[in-house]
């Protein structure tokens, strides 16, 4: 009895924890709607400080931040609208408008680019056309069914049920190894973007140390690690250096603005 | 009618003795006795007393001539007032060299017996030179139309067959002869010529003969044969000299060969001197034509350059002319035409080479000459010829650029440059995205994602509970009996220890509840035979089933006789017997 009690007291305390947040929801359009008038009048940095607070209210879905790359290239901030686009193209891979825009924004960095795709996206190419959200709802229904069809075989093991399972466990197979590619390519996705116009390499993370190579807002970079705002970035094998942490911004990191 | 008269009454000649004959004799005669190697030697094997014999004459003493066959004919005689048939063999004999040889016998098969002829001694001796006044019937002669002539240079070489009968089945053996090469001008042509006062028909054949390297060549003698028929002239007029016999069918032919005179001629090199650069080695007559159409056009299109080179010669050394590049014009070459043949004098030939011409900016353009040398032997001396030049006028083109019909490739080429790249004449981005749709839910994967594994493992659960429910429940089923079975002794034992074993109906019912529960029955009485016999069908000792028998009928002989005193005691020995056959029957 007693444990009847508690199950109820945590789903009611869901229950209101939800629509406590729906509640709260409520004002994320309109403040979604002024950055965009904002953006549409010239006011480039209220637009961008409405799409950060989006984000950092948990709205940070791919429109905002394409929307917020948009206005980081009107505001003349190429690194950020670069790290914008980055993030949105995590979450709305097919987007033509976002692959148009980023395409612009690279074709203005100084800095050349190679390509960044790995032997993972180079092996299953359809990842970089899907998001981990989208693989995730797709193998969560195969997954579904797969157990479904699982318990129902526990009743009724005839043959054509044998077939489904066997296409079922197929697609399950695949769609799971796909989730989990694009799983662990996101959580370790170590690129980042360089925000600063200049930001000078040094081969050791002081002030002090040798200037290796300068790198210019826009260069996509990978981050290796951070030492007291010092960040150890490698742009190829030959390239590798310290810059200071607030030069650049993680793409991963998508809770707010990189600085 | 004539004609016919008479053959019928040959034939009936011929067929009317057919079994005239007796003493077989056989003879092998030559037209002359001495013949030289251009002569043909007619040899008649004849056969009398027969028609015909088994098989074919065999004649010795031919190894060294050549043998050719003139037939057979069968003939009748009246000698002696008596009629004889016979049949001659004619042969043609052709000497490949000068000597003595016995021709003969010829040995023939008459009816299974055989028979043999005499033999003729023939000579062959060397040709004589022939003098032009013992020209025979038939004659051959050659000729150049010069004796010295440069490397390349065609001189014509004619060979003419001088006939004062019928002859046919001619056929040529062209002499040999390195560095010589000979090439037919035309078909033979005939007509008549008066040789020492005779009447010939002359057929003529000529030839280019160009000498490849230089020195001097001996030209052999060319070699004619044919079959001659007799010119049939008789000194007087007799039976058979009707012209119905003159006819070929009834004549014999006879093979000839006849010869030409060996010729010289000498082959000198092309001098030196005055060589000009490029030279191809023409050697010969030739001219050069140009024509340029047309001669104004507009930037873009095209003008069609022709250049002909021809000639007599050796006209397949006609060079391929080429055509200098000019700035601001395209120039494609056409594949050149070579076209030869001949005429009277010789070989000829022409060359017609093709350019097309598009300049690419308007204005006035001067195309150049082109030039070609050959050395021209009649002058003795090389010879350089140059195409006028022309004038091109280009006015400004449409706007397009036409290129013309020479190479597909180009053409291909052309249809893709006139395709204009798409040229950017502004630069931005694309404008906000306005809907709030896909705004939500960020960072879902992170902070443990609870609702990640939750939709992941979920269905596991559920099938691994539904899996562990079947077995379980499977197992319940499985085990019924028995929980019956101990539910139903522990049922029993506990009645007994509160009913304290004194009441003998109560006992009994609660043995027979035990047995339908214990063995899934459903008795309404049960006595002490039957409780026996099921323990002993289940497998119980008969010693245990044999103590219940007891018990059980202690307890009715207290319900129905009313001796109650040892139910009590029954009742407390009840608990172990069924506990023994628990034990048993497990």
Redesign the interface.
Known sequence: MRKMIRLAIALLAAGLSFMSDACADSGWEESFFKANQAYREGHFEEAIDGYLHLIRSGKGGGPVYYNLGNAYLKADRLGRAVWAYERALLLTPRDPDLRFNLSHARDQTVDAMGDPRGSIETVFFWLRSFSLRELFGGFAVLNLLFWSVLIIRLFNRSEWLYYIFLFVISLWFVTGLSFGLKYYRVTTDDRAVVLQKEADILAGPDATDTVLFKLHEGTVVHHERSEDGWSLIRVSDKNRGWVTSEAIGRISDDASDPN | MKKLVLLLAFSMALLGPSNAYADVSVSLSLDRQEATPSDSIRMVVSVSGARQCDVPPVIKGLERFGLTQGGSSTRVEIRDGSIRSGVDYTYYLTPSQPGSFQIGPARVQVDGDIFESNTVLLTIVKAAPRESSAKGAIFLTAGLSTKKVYVEEQVIYTLRLYLRTRVANISLELPEQDHLTFQQLGKPREYQDVVDGHTYQVVEVGYALMGLKPGDYRIGPAQMEMTAYGSGQQSRRGFFDDPFFSDPFFRTGRPMRVSSEPIELKVVSLPAEGKPEGFSGLVGSFTIASELTPPKIRAGESATLTVQVSGRGNVRRIPDLGMPGLEHVKIYADEPVFTAGHDGKGLAGTKTMKWAIVPELPGDYQIPPLSVSFFDPKAGEYRVLQSPGHPLAVIPGKGKMIMVDVEGERQDGARKAEKQEIREIG???????????????????RNGAPV?WA??LL??F??VS??LG?RFRKRSLQTLPAQRAKRAARNLIRQCRQSGGNDPERLSLLVRDYFNDRFGLALASLTPEDAAGILASKGVAPETAGRLRDVLQTIENAIYAGKGQGAGRTGQDIPGIIREIEREIR
């Open positions: 630069h931005d981005i694309l404008p906000l995205h306005a809907s709030v749709r896909d705004l939500g839910t960020r960072s879902w994967t990640l939709v992941l269905p596991a559920a099938y539904t899996f079947l």
